[in-house]
């Protein structure tokens, strides 16, 4: 399998280590292991001839030629974690210069990968158009803003499509990494993801930070803060937007719009997120932990759980072990 792992400035380090060294360690389990088969060819490009890691070390990058054909092209993330540095960081020379190149590459038959920020780098050629996708999920927001025909899920940690795949934030590389290493052999993946201890992952929703993500809209920050002080009685979207001096359609639309889910929805989150904290810190049984977040009885709860977490209360509870 050859791939072209794209090196912009300022990538993030760890995405781009963590996807080589799986993908080198592939190579040398399936040469001792496997016969040499697969074989993962992996090439580092870049669309300047230096290149500069996000902490200013120097990658290795070999310019991009008409004999390089690659089966995919991964995009790591660049280390712009925030809508101010992301923005202006997009619209760059080398940046655009590296669009041109994935809608060229992917015109030849090439597969496009993208983890965490790289998803936005895709998202901007228009290949996500009209198709799922997953990105970090901390910037879930600005992504649907500024690109609303994508089927963003940001919960989910790996969404493969016609195009290719895209991953979710930060260490979702390894994920993809593991990925494209089990789409070519999930026996080498296997031996791969125990020799790193890590696995693919599912999701991403046990690491979202609701909070975080109000942050993005006044009005969904207003929405917060009401529905943690009302946690314990029954939702009611009308009661929300009264309390919010708005309509309940602007309530749901924005909640749509921001959040790509409905004000019931991350009302839900919010309960989520105080039972796991509840579970993790208080000591409280779990009948007492549903009556706090608003819930008739610990049934209700645990199966909400395992819906949004994948997880049960007593794999939560071995997390403080």
Same mark, same amino acid.
């Given at each position: 399998?050859?791939?072209?792992?794209?090196?912009?400035?300022?990538?993030?380090?760890?995405?781009?280590?963590?996807?080589?060294?799986?993908?080198?360690?592939?190579? /040398?389990?399936?040469?001792?292991?496997?016969?040499? !088969?697969?074989?993962?060819?992996? !090439?580092?490009?870049?669309?300047?001839?230096?290149?500069?890691?996000? @902490?200013?070390?120097?990658?290795?990058?070999?310019?991009?030629?008409?004999?390089?054909?690659?089966? #995919?092209?991964?995009?790591?993330?660049?280390?712009?974690?925030?809508?101010?540095?992301?923005?202006?960081?997009?619209?760059?020379?080398?940046?655009?210069?590296?669009?041109?190149?994935?809608?060229? #590459?992917?015109?030849?038959?090439?597969?496009?990968?993208?983890?965490?920020?790289? &998803?936005?780098?895709?998202?901007?050629?228009?290949?996500?158009?009209?198709?799922?996708?997953?990105?970090?999920? #901390?910037?879930?927001?600005?992504?649907?803003?500024?690109?609303?025909?994508?089927?963003?899920?940001?919960?989910?940690?790996?969404?493969?499509?016609?195009?290719?795949?895209?991953?979710?934030?930060?260490?979702?590389?390894?994920?993809?990494?593991? #990925?494209?290493?089990?789409?070519?052999?999930?026996?080498?993946?296997?031996?791969? $993801?125990?020799?790193?201890?890590?696995?693919?992952?599912? &999701?991403?929703?046990?690491?979202?930070?609701?909070? @975080?993500?109000?942050?993005?809209?006044?009005?969904?920050?207003?929405?917060?803060?009401?529905?943690?002080? @009302?946690? /314990?009685?029954?939702?009611?979207?009308?009661?929300?937007?009264?309390?919010?001096?708005?309509?309940?359609?602007?309530?749901?639309?924005?909640?749509?719009?921001?959040?790509? /889910?409905?004000?019931?929805?991350?009302?839900?989150?919010?309960?989520?997120?105080?039972?796991? &904290?509840?579970?993790?810190? $208080?000591?409280?049984?779990?009948?007492?932990?549903?009556?706090?977040?608003?819930?008739?009885?610990?049934?209700?709860?645990?199966?909400?759980?395992?819906?949004?977490?994948?997880?049960?209360?007593?794999?939560?509870?071995?997390?403080?072990?």
């Amino acid at each position: 399998m050859r791939i072209a792992i794209l090196a912009l400035e300022g990538l993030f380090d760890t995405g781009l280590s963590v996807m080589l060294d799986a993908l080198g360690l592939a190579n /040398k389990f399936s040469a001792a292991q496997m016969g040499g !088969s697969p074989h993962f060819d992996v !090439s580092i490009i870049g669309m300047r001839k230096r290149v500069r890691s996000a @902490h200013g070390l120097i990658i290795p990058v070999q310019a991009v030629t008409a004999d390089l054909r690659p089966d #995919w092209v991964v995009v790591p993330a660049l280390s712009t974690g925030s809508p101010e540095q992301l923005i202006p960081a997009l619209s760059r020379p080398d940046v655009c210069q590296a669009k041109t190149q994935l809608l060229q #590459w992917r015109a030849e038959g090439a597969l496009i990968a993208a983890s965490c920020i790289g &998803s936005f780098l895709v998202a901007e050629t228009g290949l996500l158009d009209h198709r799922e996708a997953t990105t970090t999920w #901390w910037l879930g927001p600005l992504f649907r803003q500024r690109y609303p025909t994508v089927l963003l899920d940001e919960s989910r940690m790996l969404v493969p499509t016609e195009v290719g795949v895209t991953a979710g934030a930060a260490m979702g590389h390894l994920d993809l990494a593991l #990925w494209l290493i089990r789409k070519a052999s999930p026996e080498l993946a296997t031996v791969v $993801s125990r020799y790193l201890l890590a696995d693919i992952r599912s &999701s991403q929703a046990p690491y979202i930070i609701p909070n @975080h993500l109000a942050q993005a809209d006044p009005l969904i920050q207003r929405f917060e803060a009401w529905a943690r002080n @009302h946690l /314990k009685a029954g939702f009611s979207l009308q009661v929300a937007a009264n309390a919010l001096a708005t309509s309940a359609r602007t309530l749901q639309r924005r909640c749509q719009e921001v959040l790509g /889910k409905s004000p019931l929805a991350y009302f839900q989150d919010l309960r989520v997120e105080r039972a796991q &904290s509840l579970i993790h810190g $208080s000591g409280m049984d779990l009948e007492a932990i549903a009556a706090e977040v608003g819930y008739v009885d610990g049934a209700t709860l645990r199966t909400l759980l395992r819906q949004r977490l994948g997880r049960g209360v007593r794999d939560l509870r071995a997390d403080l072990r």
